[in-house]
């Protein structure tokens, strides 16, 4: 009988090595945009963003048109690619520096205007490229770089939410949060993912997916220490699920009255 | 007969295979790949059920599975 | 094509329809919000995009990322807000892109008045962003030539597949001129690009970066975009000589609308006998140096006229190796020729300098 392969390298990811650490998460969630590409024919119509930070690099690891934005701009830089190219399906790949920190103008804009496109959110708690710094997700107590003596809410305030944050907005539009902890975990991830690049198939909102994830070197413990870590720690905190769908019923305040101009 | 084939020089030593594998048959030969990380090697291929899970949190996509007829399906993926 | 009476403003925005350009991504700010008005009901008009980003950082990445489509695009702004674009500029112009910017310039620096001024000539010809590169800067003075300029503007960017900037000033934006559209192009017969983020169809995906880790590659980015900037000094220095000839008491500088008051000033002061003339850059990078300095050449004193402490006249000095004499207003307030008149006959009997 002939070995059928059921598991492999999707054609959206090149035939290449990453930079990765080892057992750092981004891995796992480019395999999981590239599978959906794959899955959903797209990767010939695909437009990517990289964000500054460790993923800056993304561009040499999909296998689709890529382009290289400045920090926390990638939002921006997809509205601009998106508005003149609707039907290529565009989509930015981000850090907790650059989406929630120095990007959060870009990302709650990008998302109230119901801009087309995917984001894919990487929290991890930290800033990993520039060497472990604290980052606005980092956890009350959480110590980095920068808050050597553990993340003092007086000073530095509490980790921001991004998915809730962006849930409270009118504009309707699909933000959802991950987890990446276990393999049935990355399966609900991937669930999330294919369901965030359908709707911009349809053309029909904004979406991104936050997706809790490690990082072993900067948090100074194993991969797999990781990985539960960020169960134990970090999933209290950032939880998982749909926080906004766009099949959800219209506030109010949206009824033709007020709608204006059509 | 599923059976997987690690790409070794594409593996980092991350050891989340070993962990995942539900059959507990992964581990880490103590030979270094090209990059000087110990890779993941099959232990006991007998008793590899297809089920893929070492491939879904390999984060370096070094793993791919191949089935001869039957496979576990422990989640839709 | 018929000769309408427009606004400034409004008819640099026309000027980019007829151009072919159909997207627009801007900020309102005094004194060029009449751009983004205009545009938001012509461009939904001609089914193209207007965007009112939440900040001129996020509009100049807007624009980043449309040029990196392939597709014509357009901003504009003021003074503070182009500095907000410094960063995305830079961006553009090492990753080699296409984009034509406004910038209707006010009294700065910091956050400044909102009436007319010059004191963005550094900005523009020196400071755009961090790195070595330049952006292509031209100068109109009227709002014909200003629409003239965004239509050129667009095939200039597409050329060197560098930012050009068309910097006027607040009287420019906001005087209303009679004005013709010459241009009528249409967006699909545009040309389209190789580099281009469309889609890696029966192709090796296209990568749009400015990010060069490797320093040999980052000195080969840098050498291309310098190769650009010579053709650039070779091939689009643009000037406008006023009354030169030979055995001039003075050579007078100026750009913009400042040229229109110092020319009348001029005309007045050479029917009373003085013999004085001008030279107004069009180009402010490239600067006309050879242009400048031949004029200089011809006439004993040498006067910059500016809305500013003097920031063209570094180049004046620079092209001709000479003492220059300045005259200035800052604040937004601009001097009528009567004014200029003065200090010019001052300059002559060289009781200032």
Redesign the interface.
């Known amino acids: 009988?002939?070995?059928?392969?059921?598991?492999?390298?999707?054609d959206s990811?090149r035939e290449c090595?990453?930079h990765?650490?080892?057992?750092?998460?981004?891995?796992?969630s480019h395999?999981l945009v590239a599978e959906t590409l794959d899955e959903l024919n797209l990767?010939?119509?695909?437009?990517g963003?990289?964000p500054v930070g460790c993923s800056?690099?993304a561009?040499k690891y999909?296998?689709?048109?890529?382009?290289?934005?400045?920090h926390g701009?990638a939002p921006?830089?997809?509205?601009?690619?998106k508005?003149?190219?609707p039907d290529?399906i565009v989509f930015t790949y981000q850090g907790d520096g650059d989406l929630a920190s120095i990007g959060m103008?870009?990302i709650?804009?990008s998302a109230n205007?119901g801009e087309k496109i995917t984001v894919i959110f990487i929290n991890n708690a930290i800033y990993g490229m520039t060497g472990g710094q604290m980052a606005p997700t980092t956890l009350p107590g959480q110590v980095t770089s920068t808050c050597p003596f553990g993340r003092d809410v007086n000073q530095a305030g509490y980790p921001i939410r991004v998915a809730e944050l962006l849930s409270t907005l009118a504009t309707p539009s699909f933000i959802a949060r991950g987890r990446l902890d276990?393999?049935?975990g990355?399966?609900s991830a991937?669930k999330l993912i294919r369901q965030a690049f359908q709707y911009q198939v349809e053309g029909r909102c904004f979406s991104l997916i936050e997706l809790v994830s490690t990082c072993?070197t900067n948090w100074g413990i194993?991969?797999?220490k990781a990985?539960d870590w960020s169960r134990t720690d970090m999933l209290p905190f950032f939880k998982t699920g749909v926080f906004k769908s766009p099949d959800d019923d219209l506030p109010a305040f949206k009824s033709p009255e007020f709608a204006g101009v059509k | 007969m599923p059976m997987i084939k690690v790409y070794k020089d594409q593996c980092k030593g991350c050891e989340l295979c070993v962990h995942a594998c539900p059959q507990q048959i992964l581990g880490m030969t103590d030979e270094l790949n090209a990059k000087g990380y110990f890779y993941a090697q099959m232990v006991d291929p007998g008793r590899c059920i297809g089920c893929a899970i070492c491939g879904v949190i390999c984060p370096d996509w070094a793993i791919e599975v191949g089935v001869q007829g039957t496979r576990y399906v422990l989640f839709e993926y | 094509m018929a000769r309408v009476l427009m606004k400034g403003n409004e008819a640099i925005a026309e000027a980019s329809i007829r151009a072919g350009c159909r997207h627009f991504f801007g900020y309102p700010i005094t004194p060029q919000s009449e751009i983004p008005e205009y545009l938001a009901k012509r461009y939904v008009e001609c089914g193209g995009t207007y965007v009112q980003a939440e900040s001129e950082v996020a509009a100049s990445n807007m624009i980043y990322g449309a040029a990196s489509t392939g597709t014509r695009v357009f901003t504009s702004s003021s003074s503070p807000g182009i500095s907000l674009m410094s960063e995305a500029i830079s961006y553009i112009a090492a990753s080699e892109l296409p984009v034509v910017l406004v910038n209707i310039v006010r009294a700065g620096p910091g956050l400044g008045g909102i009436l007319p001024s010059q004191g963005d000539y550094w900005q523009a010809t020196r400071g755009m962003g961090h790195g070595d590169f330049r952006i292509l800067a031209l100068a109109p003075s009227s709002v014909q030539e200003a629409a003239d300029l965004v239509v050129e503007a667009f095939d200039l960017a597409d050329k060197y597949t560098n930012p050009v900037m068309v910097i006027g000033d607040g009287i420019i934006g906001q005087m209303m001129e009679p004005v013709e559209f010459k241009a009528e192009r249409d967006p699909s017969t545009l040309p389209k690009h190789e580099w281009a983020l469309t889609g890696a169809r029966n192709r090796e995906p296209n990568i749009v970066t400015s990010l060069y880790l490797d320093p040999h590659e980052l000195e080969a980015m840098n050498q291309r975009l310098y190769v650009k900037y010579q053709q650039m000094e070779r091939e689009e220095k643009r000037w406008e000589d006023y009354k030169i000839k030979d055995g001039m008491q003075l050579c007078v500088f100026a750009w913009g609308t400042v040229a229109r008051i110092c020319k009348t000033a001029i005309d007045e002061l050479n029917n009373e006998g003085y013999t004085i003339g001008l030279v107004r850059p069009i180009s402010l990078y490239p600067f006309p140096m050879e242009a400048v300095k031949a004029a200089a050449d011809k006439a004993e004193k040498l006067m910059s006229v500016e809305l500013s402490t003097g920031q063209m006249i570094d180049d004046v000095k620079l092209a001709t190796g000479r003492d220059c004499a300045f005259y200035g207003r800052q604040g937004g307030i601009v001097p009528g020729p009567d004014e200029v008149k003065k200090e010019m006959v001052k300059v002559i009997e060289g009781e200032r300098s």
């Open positions: 009988m002939t070995v059928q392969t059921i598991f492999s390298r999707p990811l090595s990453t990765y650490c080892p057992g750092c998460t981004h891995g796992i395999r990767r010939e119509r695909a437009i963003v990289a800056v690099l561009y999909f296998n689709c048109d890529f382009a290289e934005a400045a701009r921006a830089m997809a509205t601009g690619m508005r003149c190219k290529n103008a870009e709650i804009h205007r276990n393999p049935m990355v399966a991937k072993p194993s991969p797999q990985l």
